[in-house]
């Protein structure tokens, strides 16, 4: 099962997210994050934010959690079975508060293989805006193994 390298450009239907301090309070703690202006309101305003700030890692976790049924492994014809987390990355352009609400605009930006084609990665750029500006750019990566490589 190779991927189709015609995925390449393509672009996933985008999704909107509103972040809440409930989901930040949560991911802060589920991560190990203790510095409170990525779970309590009155120290993230005396740093100066206007409300809790997104921790780090957590677009990653908003742009997972897609809620209009688009599954980006059946688009792709990716076998679950098959799949493991390659890498992200995060640029920050502006810092993102709780309240916010963000758009990602995610496309298919590479597909290669290694290993003489057993290893193949899917590699996925996403632009996230809020009312229209970009606050962050996201990149990640997934490793599909070829289970017909090599035979």
Not at 99 to 120: H, M, N, P, Q
């Amino acid at each position: 099962m190779a991927l189709n390298k015609e995925l390449i450009g393509t672009k996933i239907p985008t999704h909107t997210v509103d972040v809440e301090r409930g989901q930040l309070r949560f991911f802060a703690k589920a991560i190990g994050e203790t510095d409170p202006v990525y779970s309590d309101v009155e120290a993230a305003q005396a740093a100066g934010h206007r409300d809790v700030l997104v921790p780090p890692t957590f677009l990653f976790c908003a742009d997972s959690g897609r809620t209009d049924g688009f599954n980006f492994l059946t688009f792709a014809d990716i076998d679950i079975r098959y799949i493991l987390h390659g890498e992200q990355g995060f640029t920050y352009h502006r810092p993102i508060h709780a309240g916010d609400r963000l758009t990602f605009a995610t496309e298919v930006s590479d597909i290669y293989s290694k290993k003489g084609g057993a290893l193949e990665f899917l590699v996925l750029a996403t632009q996230v805006t809020r009312d229209g500006e970009l606050v962050a750019e996201v990149h990640k990566s997934l490793v599909v193994r070829n289970p017909k490589a090599g035979q």
